[in-house]
């Protein structure tokens, strides 16, 4: 039976924090928070608010990755005339299983973005921008360098 609850007690935990909960102002200007909506003409504002679960334990990426993220994002630039070094950077964050948001240079105001977060004149594509050191043309090893030293795991190894 000891194996048991806490087996018993995440089912019903997990029950609780799907459920919504309601946070209310009455007439009189009191604030109320509960399980259940109020009553239509006890209310003068409802919002109901969504608890999600807990994010320890709900993701896929080890924790050195989402706080290297955080601290660190990453951005890869490229362009619709990137080719191939575009193809192989593109592979080797997938490989390294590193998230990053994927920026195109199409429009003169995305290279003034691009000018703005690299500190550069120059369009050089790809780019990777680690935080805000960027890494202009794809070299593999100074990009594994500069995510090893922004603290993303070695993952798929390099």
Partial sequence: MTRLAPLLLAFVTAGVLAQGTYRWVDKAGKVHYSDEPPEPAAARQVEEKRLSPSVVGTTDQP????????????????????????????????????????????????????????????????????????????????????????GYPVAGGR
Avoid at 98 to 117: G, L, M, S, V, W
């Fill in 63 to 150: 924790y050195e990755t989402r706080r290297a993220a955080r601290l660190f994002p990453v951005t890869l630039f490229v362009s619709a005339d990137c080719g191939e070094g575009c193809g192989k950077a593109r592979e080797l964050l997938a490989r390294l299983r590193i998230p990053f948001a994927e920026k195109a240079i199409a429009t003169p105001e995305d290279a003034e973005a691009y000018r703005n977060a690299t500190r550069s004149n120059t369009l050089n594509v790809p780019t990777l921008l680690v935080g805000s050191n960027a890494l202009p043309g794809f070299e593999e090893t100074a990009w594994a360098g500069a995510l090893d030293a922004a």
